[in-house]
């Protein structure tokens, strides 16, 4: 192999490896404390979900932006403290009792996100006399809403949970 | 819930086990043996037994719902 094509596989390599897909496979991904960052789609879901329900010339833009915020938090769970299902990594106990009171957490806060973004909607959309396509807007927005505070609120819960252990 | 002290770190001093290595010996990741050590955590019955025979100790010596003296203490004790 000439001294140009190794040079390119050994970029390459470094350029797969910076991507952490390698780390991933292997089971070796760093997973950090995320406190802060899992709030950006939480509030921008929330904001844009009550922008929707308050302006109905905004709903369509609402919508967009609650599905960017779902787009965003697809991402949390790869880089946050809890490991998945399935995952290579080795998963003791203290990680399935974490993963467990955080999944707790989100599906209690997605039942009542669940009930009451449902009966919110119906109660404005009949107040208001919204028109049909604005309470299917309202309507398409929600699950996306819910699947967003799936994603966000176990990370966000776990997060705060537990605290860095110092090397020895 | 109880609080369950423990003298893991001691124990691992002792040994000059890192917390790694007992990680490894008993099968969880070194971030657990630090929570354990901390207190953020209480052990299954099967992990703590699992520790205990790796220190090759009764359980009790290691695990206890009420707090251990210090060594300090035990050695004052001791030479009175």
């Known amino acids: ?168 | 819930m109880p609080v369950i002290h423990n003298r893991i770190a001691l124990f691992r001093a002792e040994r000059g086990m890192s917390r790694r290595e007992l990680a490894d010996a008993v099968g969880v990741n070194p971030q657990t043996i630090g929570y354990l050590e901390r207190g953020d955590y209480s052990p299954s019955l099967e992990l703590a037994l699992k520790i205990a025979a790796q220190f090759d100790v009764p359980i009790e010596l290691l695990f206890s719902f009420q707090p251990f003296e210090s060594v300090a203490t035990a050695l004052r004790r001791a030479s009175a």
């Open chain 1, 1 to 168: 192999m000439s001294k140009f094509n190794e040079r390119l596989f050994a970029r390459l390599d470094t350029a797969a490896e910076r991507t952490g897909v390698p780390a991933m496979a292997c089971g070796k991904q760093s997973r950090r404390r995320l406190r802060w960052l899992p709030l950006v789609p939480l509030a921008l879901a929330s904001g844009s979900l009550l922008t929707g329900l308050i302006r109905a010339d905004l709903a369509n833009m609402g919508f967009a932006l609650i599905t960017l915020s779902y787009t965003l938090a697809v991402v949390l769970p790869i880089f946050g403290p809890l490991k998945p299902w399935g995952t290579p990594e080795r998963v003791d106990e203290f990680d399935r009792a974490l993963r467990g009171r955080a999944m707790l957490a989100g599906y209690a806060t997605v039942s009542v996100a669940a009930l009451i973004g449902m009966w919110l909607i119906l109660g404005l959309a009949v107040i208001g006399d919204w028109p049909r396509e604005r309470i299917l807007w309202q309507l398409a927005g929600l699950p996306f809403y819910l699947l967003t505070l799936h994603l966000v609120v176990p990370t966000l819960h776990a997060s705060w949970a537990i605290r860095p252990v110092e090397d020895d």
